[in-house]
């Protein structure tokens, strides 16, 4: 089985900054996409972004584009989402998640496997 554990939620004013983190550990995930999706209350999971583990190449929607910057650390099995510009908008519970095999389309959830439990990152105007 693999856990994915989230970290770095938190409350924060408009235009301020967070900082997610995302720990993997046991079974080996499918060393390809680690995705991050986020839910806000009444709505879909929706897709933030994406890296590849192999490339660093990174995907995001476009509602994050250019505020949002996704990174890994290999040798710690850990993802980050470094969220800046935040807006009341971004409010959500914070997953990430990982496929069990290759994914062909990084923003589709029903791609990815294993999910974390969440973290809460609320954003005040």
């Known amino acids: 089985q693999v856990q994915l554990v989230e970290s770095g939620g938190g409350l924060v004013q408009a235009g301020g900054s967070l900082r997610l983190s995302c720990a993997a550990s046991?079974?080996?995930?499918?060393?390809?996409?680690m995705g991050w999706f986020r839910q806000a209350p009444g709505k879909e999971r929706e897709f933030v972004g994406a890296?590849?583990?192999?490339?660093?190449?990174?995907y995001y929607a476009d509602s994050v584009k250019g505020r949002f910057t996704i990174s890994r650390d290999n040798a710690k099995n850990s993802v980050y989402l470094q969220m800046n510009s935040l807006k009341p908008e971004d409010t959500a519970v914070y997953y990430c998640?990982?496929?069990?095999?290759?994914?062909?389309?990084?923003?589709?959830?029903?791609?990815?496997?294993?999910w974390g439990r969440g973290t809460q990152v609320t954003v005040s105007s």
């Open positions: 890296i590849n583990w192999n490339s660093g190449n990174t």
């Open positions: 046991g079974r080996t995930v499918s060393k390809n996409i």
């Open positions: 998640a990982a496929p069990a095999a290759t994914v062909r389309v990084v923003y589709a959830r029903e791609q990815y496997d294993y």
